[in-house]
């Protein structure tokens, strides 16, 4: 079974930086595609950023591009989501998503993902 579980979320000025973590456990990720999804009240889960557990590029929102940055640390099992520059708008609770995925095809379709985590509450005030 494998268990994703976020932390780091909080309240945050206009302007202001938070550090998303995700601890995964359960089974080897080797050919997982890890993902950060967001979903903001009365909104659509929306896609934010994605990574292959094996390395590579990441994938990025338009509207995260050259704010945010997704990492991995194979070692520790973790995935990272680096926030800088938030804005009012990034408003939502962060979610952290695996897919199964042995071709290492990255998806921003939420519904692809296999495996989510509770969730963890950003809120940037302006």
């Known amino acids: 079974q494998v268990q994703l579980v976020e932390s780091g979320g909080g309240l945050v000025q206009d302007g202001g930086s938070l550090r998303l973590s995700c601890a995964a456990s359960?089974?080897?990720?080797?050919?997982?595609?890890m993902g950060w999804f967001r979903q903001a009240p009365g909104k659509e889960r929306e896609f934010v950023a994605a990574?292959?557990?094996?390395?590579?590029?990441?994938y990025y929102a338009d509207s995260v591009k050259g704010r945010f940055t997704i990492s991995r640390d194979n070692a520790k099992n973790m995935v990272y989501l680096q926030m800088n520059n938030l804005k009012p708008e990034d408003t939502a609770v962060y979610a952290c998503?695996?897919?199964?995925?042995?071709?290492?095809?990255?998806?921003?379709?939420?519904?692809?993902?296999?495996?989510w985590g509770q969730g963890t509450q950003v809120t940037v005030a302006s």
């Open positions: 990574i292959r557990w094996s390395g590579g590029r990441a």
């Open positions: 359960g089974r080897t990720f080797s050919s997982y595609v």
């Open positions: 998503a695996a897919d199964d995925s042995p071709f290492g095809i990255v998806t921003t379709a939420h519904d692809q993902y296999d495996y």
